[in-house]
């Protein structure tokens, strides 16, 4: 094992040994092959460069209570980098090279694998862009993709975290049936000039949809999830929109919410319902659930609290899914492929 601080790593990259790449030309994927070599031999010209044709993913393995090393999820964030790929017409990587390239990363670089027990993980983040050299505006019909491994500490280091909001309504990150749905650098670059304005007012930014502004899309890059209570009955509300990414966290919250016998609801939600709100979060790979404990909405000059410290249901539903995701819990949807 590297002799690395787990315990002190942030969200921040560290070099890993290997990265794994293979090309596409004519419609056809390479074999995936490990390499040391972390830069790109790059046209100036190339359709990633130019045009923005580009989408990534995040995943990650977890040292499990028993030493084992679990995967969590992967073939759901290799459809959505299909999905990603046909948005901005990309050949998509095929599940099996997408596998094969997490797998290889993952049996390179095992050193860097966290211990358990730190709070860290071993991130992939795959990559896709488009490389044929274009000066016409169109897709090119040439491709690389790349896994980048790299061990990270807790998106929110030390305790389970809340983070406070601010509502944006001067930029929009992605327009209803735009890439919002798809896991595009173009949404987060679009985003930055809102979510660095929050940060440096110490919060993230909330994002509404931008043909009304008037129902919550995402908590930055992340989903939004709320909580209502009417008296011993609990019901999990989410964004329905087609600008937000359909996070693979939040897919698997649901059915663990569901189990519990919440009532689960995806649909329109008005700025305003926060008020009826006992718990809120954000949700994503990163965090798993990152509690809210305000929002502000400066231009309306509301503010929606919801304490301190984060609820108990929301907390309950963290755990479980960290539960799987550690081996502490059984898990019996099949989400965890334990590495071997
Ligand atoms: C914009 C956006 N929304 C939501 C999510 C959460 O998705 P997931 O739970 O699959 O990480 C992410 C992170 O990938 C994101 O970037």
Known sequence: MKNIAWGKLGFHYTEPDYIVRSACHEGVWEDPYATQDKFLHLHVQATCLQYGQEAFEGLKAFRGVDGKIRLFRWRENAKRMARSAEG??????PEAVFGKAIHLALEKNLDFVPPYGTGATLYFRPLLIGTTPRLGVGPGRDFEF???PSPIGPYYPGKFHCTSFIVNRYVDRAAPYGTGQFKVGGNYAASFRATEAAHNMGMDCLFLDAKYHKY????SAANFIGIMRKG????????RSSAILPSITNDSLM???KERGYKVTRRHIRLEELAD???AAA???ACVISPIDRVIDPEKNVMYSFGAEPGEVLTGLYRALKDIQYGRAEDKHGWTEIFS
Do not use: N
């Open 146 to 148: 790349i896994v980048i």
């Open 255 to 257: 059915t663990l919410a």
């Open 232 to 239: 011993d009955k609990i019901e999990y509300l989410t964004p």
């Open 88 to 93: 901005l017409f990309m050949t998509p990587v």
């Open 216 to 219: 919550i899309d995402e908590c």
């Open 283 to 285: 949700c994503g790979t």
């Open 277 to 279: 709100m006992s718990e």
